[in-house]
């Protein structure tokens, strides 16, 4: 597991309408415990992108053990967040940071759910006797995938929106990778037949791979709403975006 991030009180207090020392302390609890679940969901995208690079397949194996773990912990954070709702009828910035918690939950269970999706197609691209090396480009796109996460944890260990909101600028650099390898490995198939199979596993792990930064840009959303209580979904793209591919 990865290391166990930790947020300030302060970072957490900042704003604080309502008043009440359980309902702090019930605060702080669920704070702490979205970053531990936050380290293990790190621990468990790093152990799925590195089966995929370094074709370690052990890994694979404990990132599909990891799934009881995980749900386990979506459940308690989700169960906890209605229980503070319920019992303390939080309003103004405190509702805010509790309808923050249960979107990056969603989210970082989302995130799991692609690192078993991922070490799936490792196994059966391991166990493939027409399996080639992994493209470079592929590994580029998922280590850049698995660095916006990195940031994008870092930005909601820290409450930092300036981080936060370089996580969601970087995103379209990702969607640009992702078209790229998605072009090359249409034009292997092209070319290749007889490897469709392994090749369809590579193109299902390159969408994986990008909605995995995906989400990480959402957390990234949800740290900017947590501080500043704007919502960023669906904004225009700024003028200066590139064209989408047709492809």
Known sequence: MG???????SDWEDGRVSVGRS???????????????AAIVEDTLDRSVHALCDG?????????RQKRIVDRWEVQIERECVRVLALHQPVASDLRRVAAVLKINGDLH????????IAKRVKKLSADPRSTPIPQTLEDLGLGALDQVHCSLDALARCD???AQSVIAADQRIDREYRAVQKQLKREIATSPERVKNLLRLVNTARNLERIADHASKI?????YLKQG???????APATA??????
Request: charged share 35%; proline share 7%.
């Open 56 to 64: 370690r397949i052990e890994e694979a194996d404990e990132v599909k």
């Open 220 to 224: 990234a959303e949800a740290v900017v």
């Open 3 to 9: 290391p166990e991030r930790q947020g300030g009180d």
């Open 161 to 163: 929106v300036a981080l």
């Open 110 to 117: 989302r995130l799991c759910d692609l690192a078993r999706h």
């Open 230 to 236: 704007e919502i960023l979904r669906h904004r225009p």
């Open 23 to 37: 309902f702090l302390r019930d605060l702080e609890s669920l704070w702490a415990d979205v970053l531990k679940f």
């Open 242 to 247: 590139p064209p989408a591919s047709s492809v």
